[in-house]
């Protein structure tokens, strides 16, 4: 008995193949329908998935997405600073800066040096116009100044500048009795207070509040002011969409309680809106070419039993039944369907990778859950799109299509 | 006195006010060679057709092989045409992109079961063996209505029913086939067959003559038969 059904199915699988095979000429321009439909999909679900990703990297030249203070008074160390380095995950930043906030007196008018992590900053801002360069942590009397007080102060690139202050932990300490004034004032500048020249090295430009900061080496500013690191805030660049970004600060505040994260909003939520409206963009799109394809694969099958009619009616009046006939058109529409959606993936991923190459600059990973996905997208397309032609198989009357003429 | 086949009794067919078949009486016995003449428009083809179930009478009923077909409706018409019925046809029909022996091999599969062995030697006896891998469209008429014949008597049919089977045919390949049917006939096959050619009407056993959709002559030829076989044979 299974030999005898085997050999049904061989008979049925050597009709199908070999109505498509020789009659391939007349079936290239349904598989290529089908082919250029599971390309653009397979393309565009590759996009769709990767997007997110691309988009979060882009989005990051936009500045830092997660702001990080201290809990209490107490600043940020060294060791949470690392720890949260750690915790975050090296993958996920793009940049990472700690800024320590110092009041400095240049001529007698008080101004504000951020110290930081320069090279971090720059990772973390790279929309800012610097004319000159960014300072580095070699020469780190090398600094930058913002615009607004360059144009106080009249400060051109390669100007120097002196800074005083008084150091960190110190109050002015009481005069002494037995000392002139001037010497009171030589002692007090010596222990408690610290003065150093500045070369500007880069103008930062950036529309905010940046324009008002000189900023300089951490460390540096560290050594001038005769503290240990302790930043008052860490501005992050991250990867990660708003809900990464929220469960991300829920961790933060579960394993490091001193600190307090706080998302930039304004930013990820605008880049949840582009990541939103591309998506919707690229769902849309998809679904048109589903539509477009089903169209095409419908005609071609509208055209492919109208052509083939006396062969319909042949084997009806050899005794098949409606089903059995239909059966074997719906067989080549999947075999159609297969053939078609296997190029598709391929065809598709190359198309992504360009378009990612192209837009994003970076390649993408192969799916390779796509190419079964595709194959089964394409062969329910073509077998539903083929449902209605397929049934026309009931309206044809041997005795009328096969009459002589 | 051999069994009655096939029987129409009071068959009318009727389009609008056009009687195609008109209160038709015939009866076959299995075995009888059959030919059906008659002008064009007179009803051949409708008759072969009601007979070949692939159509119904409007009126009277049609008894094959016991059963009255005009009562079945066209699910069961398709299983007694597939088990009783063995159809060639004027244009061939073959599927064209299907060799010779698997355009046999498809009556098979829809009749029962595909078997090459059978299918070959089904072209064997029509003398096709060696043209057995070709498609239709690398075969000559005769050929391919050789293959025709191969396919319609593979699942061993009760009657052989043709409309026009030489009508495409030359000389030569009309002869091949009529020799063709003269061995079925031998074989005890009942054949039916419509033709204007009054050579392949003549070698039948019996030939009916229609005309309006009357039965308007039924000619016994039995007594001439083996003559008509004869004198091809000497030919
Ligand atoms: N489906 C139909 N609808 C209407 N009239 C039909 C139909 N089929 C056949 N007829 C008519 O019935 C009559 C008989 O037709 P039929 O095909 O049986 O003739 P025929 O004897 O086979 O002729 P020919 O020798 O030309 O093949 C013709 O007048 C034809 O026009
Ligand atoms: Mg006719």
Redesign the interface.
């Known amino acids: 008995m299974a030999s005898?059904h085997g050999?049904?199915r061989?008979?049925?699988m050597?009709?199908v193949s070999?109505?498509l095979?020789?009659?391939a000429s007349r079936l290239i321009i349904a598989v290529l329908a089908i082919a250029i439909g599971a390309t653009i999909l397979s393309g565009l679900v590759t996009i769709y998935y990767d997007i997110p990703e691309q988009l979060g990297r882009e989005f990051r030249s936009y500045g830092a997405n997660l702001i990080i203070l201290p809990r209490g008074e107490a600043k940020i160390t060294r060791e949470t600073l690392n720890s949260l380095r750690d915790l975050i995950g090296e993958n996920k930043i793009v940049g990472m800066a700690p800024y320590r906030y110092q009041t400095v007196k240049i001529n007698e008018q008080p101004y504000i040096i951020a110290g930081t992590d320069l090279s971090q900053a720059e990772k973390n801002s790279p929309f800012w116009y610097i004319e000159g360069s960014w300072g580095n942590s070699q020469e780190t009397s090398r600094v930058m100044v913002g615009h607004e007080i360059a144009q106080t102060l009249n400060l051109k690139l390669g100007d120097t500048f002196t800074v005083q202050g008084v150091k960190y932990g110190q109050q002015a300490e009481a005069s002494r009795q037995d000392l002139s004034a001037e010497e009171n004032q030589k002692r007090d500048l010596a222990r408690q207070n610290f003065a150093k020249k500045l070369i500007v090295q880069g103008i930062v430009s950036t529309g905010g509040a940046e324009e008002g900061f000189i900023f300089a080496d951490v460390d540096m500013l560290d050594e001038l002011i005769g503290d240990t690191f302790r930043a008052d805030v860490i501005e992050c660049s991250i990867v990660a969409d708003a809900g990464e970004l929220t469960n991300l600060s829920t961790k933060i505040e579960r394993e490091i309680p001193e600190l307090q994260p706080r998302a930039v909003r304004r930013l990820t939520q605008s880049q949840d809106i582009v990541l939103g409206k591309l998506q919707a963009l690229v769902l849309l799109v998809t679904v048109v070419v589903l539509i477009i394809t089903m169209i095409s694969v419908y005609t071609t099958m509208m055209a492919m039993v109208a052509e083939r009619r006396?062969?319909i009616?042949?084997?009806?009046?050899?005794?098949?039944?409606n089903k059995?006939v239909m059966s074997e058109l719906l067989g080549e529409g999947v075999l159609l369907g297969f053939i078609g959606g296997t190029l598709g993936v391929f065809l598709g991923f190359e198309f992504a990778l360009r378009v990612s190459l192209n837009v994003f600059g970076r390649g993408i990973n192969f799916q390779w859950a796509l190419i079964p996905a595709t194959i089964a997208v394409f062969i329910t397309i073509t077998v539903l799109a083929s449902i209605i032609p397929v049934r026309k198989v009931m309206d044809i009357?041997?005795?009328i299509v096969?009459?002589?003429? | 006195m051999s069994r009655k086949i096939l029987e129409l009794k009071n068959v009318s067919k009727i389009y609008g006010n056009l009687k195609a078949l008109a209160d038709i009486n015939l009866s076959v016995n299995a075995g009888d060679w059959l030919s059906i003449m008659g002008p064009s428009g007179s009803g051949k083809t409708t008759m072969i057709n009601i007979i070949g179930c692939m159509d119904t009478p409007s009126i009277g009923s049609v008894i094959l092989d016991d059963i009255d077909i005009s009562k079945e409706n066209a699910a069961s018409l398709t299983r007694i045409r597939r088990d009783k019925i063995g159809l060639i046809f004027q244009q061939f029909h073959l599927i064209s992109y299907l060799t010779a022996v698997e355009n046999v091999m498809v009556a098979q599969y829809y009749h029962s079961m595909p078997d090459e062995q059978e299918a070959m030697e089904a072209l064997e006896k029509v003398g096709l063996a060696d043209r057995a891998r070709h498609l239709p469209a690398q075969l000559s008429g005769g050929e391919q209505q050789r293959v025709c014949i191969a396919r319609a008597l593979i699942n061993s049919p009760e009657i052989l029913l043709g409309d026009e089977p030489t009508g495409n045919l030359d000389e030569e390949n009309e002869g091949i086939v009529v020799d063709i049917f003269r061995r079925l006939h031998d074989e005890g096959v009942t054949i039916i067959i419509v033709t204007h050619d009054p050579e392949v009407g003549d070698v039948a056993q019996r030939k009916i003559i229609l005309e309006h959709g009357k039965i308007v002559d039924d000619i016994d030829q039995s007594a001439t038969f083996g003559e008509a076989l004869k004198l091809r044979h000497n030919n």
Do not use: D, T, V
């Open positions: 005898r050999s049904r061989r008979m049925y050597k009709m070999s109505s095979i020789r009659r006396r062969e009616a042949l084997k009806k009046a050899l005794g098949a039944e059995l009357h041997p005795a096969l009459k002589g003429e």
